[in-house]
T-cell receptor
Framework: ETGVTQSPTHLIKTRGQQVTLRCSSQSGHNTVSWYQQALGQGPQFIFQYYREEENGRGNFPPRFSGLQFPNYSSELNVNALELDDSALYLC?????????????FGPGTRLTVL | AQSVTQLDSQVPVFEEAPVELRCNYSSSVSVYLFWYVQYPNQGLQLLLKYLSGSTLVKGINGFEAEFNKSQTSFHLRKPSVHISDTAEYFCAVSEIGASGGSYIPTFGRGTSLIVHP
């Protein structure tokens, strides 16, 4: 069984640019969540996708957007990058349903904005 | 809205000594509680969770945590730590029934456990 994978591992961009991060969910998982983890902080929820639809969003501006594909992989897009966007971006996949379903995290993409 | 406070940003301890990492939460409804571990350059791994039932929860790698509803706490403990336990530990809370049933945790800022030989 393949775990959650993310690409790229590291990325360096300059302020104002756009970036796309990718996530492949664990086999059989159709729910994907994205988190931003700034240095020295805990992960903060960005949004969640279930069956290609956004299914919850945290306190992030619209320049953070996402997609989920029919194979349940997902992308996080960030436009007009700012210095404060520098962080580790984590993707987590899970099964849907009421109550608790464990999220399995990928290793993350480290984004540096110069 | 839910929130999590991890009272210690860094906890240094010697190998084979006991350790406790403290976590308090705030919520107006019932919650699920979690501890995650993050090793350098890796994602999060679930250590243990409290969903319901017994307030003493046992997890992987010899860790355990106790849910105390009256004190709104969920402290993590291990009786004897190893060098390999050096990592960042995150407490998280999720309100039951929120977000249409989707589980979306709120994380604390993390506690860095540093185990010295």
């Amino acid at each position: 069984e393949t775990g959650v994978t993310q690409s790229p591992t590291h990325l360096i961009k300059t302020r104002g640019q756009q970036v796309t991060l990718r996530c492949s969910s664990q086999s059989g998982h159709n729910t994907v969540s994205w988190y931003q983890q700034a240095l020295g902080q805990g992960p903060q929820f960005i949004f969640q996708y279930y069956r290609e639809e956004e299914n919850g969003r945290g306190n992030f501006p619209p320049r953070f957007s996402g997609l989920q594909f029919p194979n349940y992989s997902s992308e996080l897009n960030v436009n007009a990058l700012e210095l404060d966007d520098s962080a580790l971006y984590l993707c987590a996949s899970s099964l849907p349903g009421l109550g608790y379903n464990e999220q399995f995290f990928g290793p993350g993409t480290r984004l540096t904005v110069l | 809205a839910q929130s999590v406070t991890q009272l210690d940003s860094q906890v240094p301890v010697f190998e084979e000594a006991p350790v406790e990492l403290r976590c308090n939460y705030s919520s107006s409804v019932s919650v699920y509680l979690f501890w995650y571990v993050q090793y350098p350059n890796q994602g999060l791994q679930l250590l243990l969770k409290y969903l319901s039932g017994s307030t003493l929860v046992k997890g992987i790698n010899g860790f355990e945590a106790e849910f105390n509803k009256s004190q709104t706490s969920f402290h993590l403990r291990k009786p004897s730590v190893h060098i390999s336990d050096t990592a960042e530990y995150f407490c998280a809370v999720s309100e039951i029934g929120a977000s249409g049933g989707s589980y979306i945790p709120t994380f604390g800022r993390g506690t860095s456990l540093i185990v010295h030989p």
